[in-house]
Each structure stands twice: as C-alpha cells, then as structure tokens.
C-alpha cells in the first residue's frame, strides 16, 4: 500500500461547478499537508498549507483534513476554465521537508478538466 | 522578480552523453532540490541540499550527480549510467522555516 493515495481522474466537470480532490494516507504520524496545482509543461505551485486537522480557506478554494480517516480534500467552488490542471497532494510528518528522514510524500496528482 | 529559473526548457541527448540542467534560485533559500516527474509515478527525490557544499541522495540517485558550490545554484548532471533519463526535471527550494517548497518550470530532458 502506498502511503498516500489520490486518484488520478480525469475528472471532467462544467464551468461552475464544485470540485472535490482528494487524497487518503496511512502514516498517522503526518500533520502537515498540502495541496499544489501544476499546469501543463509547468513547475507545481503551492495552493493552500494546512497543519493539523480542520478547514482553510482561500478565495474559491477550501482545504480539509480528517486526521481520524486519514483524508483530506480540496473544494474548489464556481470552477473556471483557468482552474484545469494537475492537483497534487502532499504531506509531511516535520515542517520541513529536507531530508530523507523527514521528506515531503507526494500523491501522483488528480488530472481537472473544467468545460465552458 | 524572487523565483528559481531552470535552464534549458527542452533538452535533446544522445544515449551516451551526459547532460547538465541548470537550476538558479534568487529566493536566498537555503535547502535545494531535484525531483523527477514521469507519468504515473508522481515526483520523485533525486538529491537535496541543505546547505552550500553538502547534498545528500533521495530515493532515485543512481545515475545523476550534483553539486552545490554557490547558495543560489544547485545544478544536476544526468549520465549515461542513468537507465531511463527522458522525463520532466524539477528544481526546488525552501527557506528556514521550511514549511512551504518552490518549484521552478522544470526541464524537459529527451534521450534518444
């Protein structure tokens, strides 16, 4: 089992509509996790940084993490076009992600497709 | 503008040859990294830095090399002992507080 799963679509969905991504895990030990957006032939750009349980919000977007199950989620409300990428979780048990010991564990990344 | 720039965008090699990707960051981050990205597979640690002339090897190391002489610059050299060198390269970096990873726009390598 790997330690973090997240399943990698495609979703497809219309201009508008509520996104739900998500990832589970299986290292209880992880508090810090987060969501990034990679476009095509692009670098990943960090969208939301939580710690711990709870919910975050930024604009349209809203992160979530159940410690409990083992998931977190990313809500993306009224999509646009402009929001078609690559999602990818990650997580970490240490704030900084240096090193093997204490290395950030990625999800392969939810494919988005957002129709007009 | 703060960032870090990887060069070149697109690189074609021969099997057999070494290739340098160049990777420049102005962010005055201290720890550096290279990841690899394949389809499928998600992002992969190649090297990391934590500090000017010390880097350690992440989980794909074989067949790539590294150096960090300058704070600012963390190139990665793909050889020919590396088995499948084609994929995406990723640059990235954190600062002290190391809560939050940058990444450059990657670079393209093509072995044919």
């Known amino acids: 089992q790997k330690e973090v799963e997240q399943d990698p679509g495609p979703l497809s969905v219309p201009e508008g509509a509520i996104v739900s991504l998500n990832c589970t895990y299986s290292n209880s030990a992880f508090q810090y996790f987060m969501w990034y957006r990679q476009y095509s032939r692009k670098g990943p750009e960090l969208l939301m940084y939580?710690?711990s349980s709870g919910n975050k919000e930024d604009g349209r977007f809203t992160a979530q993490v159940d410690k409990s199950s083992k998931y977190i989620s990313l809500f993306i409300r009224d999509s646009q076009p402009s929001d078609s990428a690559t999602y990818l979780c990650a997580m970490s048990d240490s704030p900084a992600p240096a090193g093997n010991n204490r290395k950030l564990i990625w999800g392969l990344g939810t494919s988005l497709a957002v129709n007009p | 503008d703060g960032g870090i720039t990887q060069s070149p965008k697109y690189l074609f090699r021969k099997e057999g040859q070494n290739v340098t990707l160049s990777c420049e960051q102005n962010?005055?981050?201290?720890?550096m990294y290279w990841y690899r990205q394949d389809p499928g597979q998600g992002l992969r640690l190649i090297y990391y830095?934590?500090?000017?002339?010390?880097?350690q090897k992440g989980d794909i190391a074989e067949g790539y090399s590294v150096s960090r002489e300058k704070k600012e610059s963390f190139p990665l050299t793909v050889t020919s002992a590396q088995k499948n060198p084609t994929a995406f390269y990723l640059c990235?970096?954190?600062?002290?507080?190391?809560?939050?990873?940058?990444f450059g726009e990657g670079s393209w390598l093509t072995v044919v």
């Open positions: 939580t710690y």
């Open positions: 990235a970096s954190t600062g002290t507080s190391g809560n939050t990873i940058y």
């Open positions: 962010l005055n981050h201290d720890a």
């Open positions: 830095s934590q500090i000017v002339n010390d880097f």
